[in-house]
């Protein structure tokens, strides 16, 4: 797989975002780590938000390789969580875990499935590391956008 | 261990495989990928268990394919014990011998537990003790190819999970409720896991 055959079957899109936009992306991200950390909602709020903020790391990834997905596609939120190791040089061994929280915020959100204190924990810890990994990766690699 | 003693290796393999994915057919040479055997041997073994009535066995082009019977007389029994052993609960406590001692129970609930899984379903596997989500997605994600199934580990520390038992959490309670297949520990450790919190939060 690489982001050029992606391109062409259509689940990712060319795009060229402005330094403000990939800011502006960069710091909803960080507003949802931050919020994911606010002990007086439930767990799963919590989660929502943690998982809301890896999302927004993997598109900003995407950009920054001047990609989006496609989000007339299905399976957007996957495509972006599996090019994470092409686009930013992320592990297979987080890439795994990342695809298992999105698993269970699909079974929170669609079938009620509480989230638990573990695997809330595992989200915080994901999407802060990512976000660091993803500011890091532009600082080096697209100084233009930083 | 008691599927070995029951059937030969390939056997065990095979029938944990077809029986357990009873919803697909397979191509010979897909069978041996996927039990990780010799095609040559297992030709001799499919031909064996369709002649028996326990396989399906059809023709496309110059290939054959192997599914499960369904309607074989024994088919649900057989299930109910690869499902047991070999076919699934074995190859979960395999994958999860490396951390064994950060779990004090682990089972399949879910449409698998029930029998009742369909082609796309995930195998659900409640895990209760010290171990990280991280790790159990890790230690896990090996076998999904082996199941040829996605797996859905959900992760509970003791405290939690009884915590949300006595709250009434309808998840929890229903997980509980209805059937199971033990990989660490038995109903003895979930009624332990719930009654001596229960005592000492009293």
Redesign the interface.
Known sequence: MSLENLFKTKQLQPHNPSREAVLRLLQAAARNIADARIEEVSLDTRFDAAYKAIMQCAMVALWANRYRTSTSQPGHHQTAIQTLPLTIGIEQ?TV??LD?LR??RN?SDYE???I????L??CI??ATQLYKVVKSWIATNRPDLK | MLASLLFGIYRQRVLGLLLLNPERSYYVREIARLTNTAAGTLHKELARLAAAGLLVRESVGNQVRYSANRDCPVFGELASILRKTSGLVDVLAEALSPVENQIILAFVFGSLARGEQESGS?VDVMLVGG????D???VL?PVQATLQR?I??????PD?FHR?NTNG?S??REVIAKPKLFIVGNENELGKLIQDQTASAA
Do not use: T
Request: glycine residues 6%.
């Open positions: 061994s795994i875990v298992a698993k269970q079974l009620g499935d509480p638990s204190e573990q695997a924990v595992e810890k994901q | 995930d171990i990280g989500f991280a159990a997605v890790r994600h996605e859905n580990p959900v992760v509970y520390s939690e949300r959490d998840f929890i």
